[in-house]
């Protein structure tokens, strides 16, 4: 069973910066369409970010320019870089696994537990 634990989340201050990970035993990260979303209490869930598995990546309008998304081959893991961050970030991080292609994908068949950010301003 495929398996994707998070871990990094916590509470910052606005203007600060996070790191979120995701890593598996279960399956190369490397060779999937890997997806940061978050969910905040009462609104929907919203896709962060997502990266490919030849490295191309994508962002939402409401975090490009502050957000990261990367992978790392040693450690089998994806990260979130997570800066200048503002209230509005708040919310249960999500990452996502589908071995199919990134391109308009809406629907992912991994999901992790996710992992708590807070900001406060």
């Known amino acids: 069973q495929v398996q994707l634990v998070e871990s990094g989340g916590g509470s910052v201050q606005a203007g600060g910066s996070l790191r979120l990970s995701c890593s598996s035993s279960?399956?190369?990260?490397?060779?999937?369409?890997m997806a940061w979303f978050r969910q905040a209490p009462g609104k929907e869930r919203e896709g962060v970010a997502t990266i490919a598995w030849d490295g191309r990546t994508r962002y939402a309008d409401s975090v490009k320019g502050r957000f990261t998304i990367s992978k790392d081959k040693a450690n089998n893991a994806t990260y979130l870089q997570m800066d200048s961050l503002t209230a509005d970030d708040s919310a249960m991080y999500l990452c996502a696994a589908d071995g199919g292609s990134c391109i308009g994908r809406e629907t992912f068949d991994y999901w992790g537990r996710g992992t708590q950010v807070t900001v406060s301003s």
């Open positions: 279960t399956f190369i990260i490397r060779q999937y369409c």
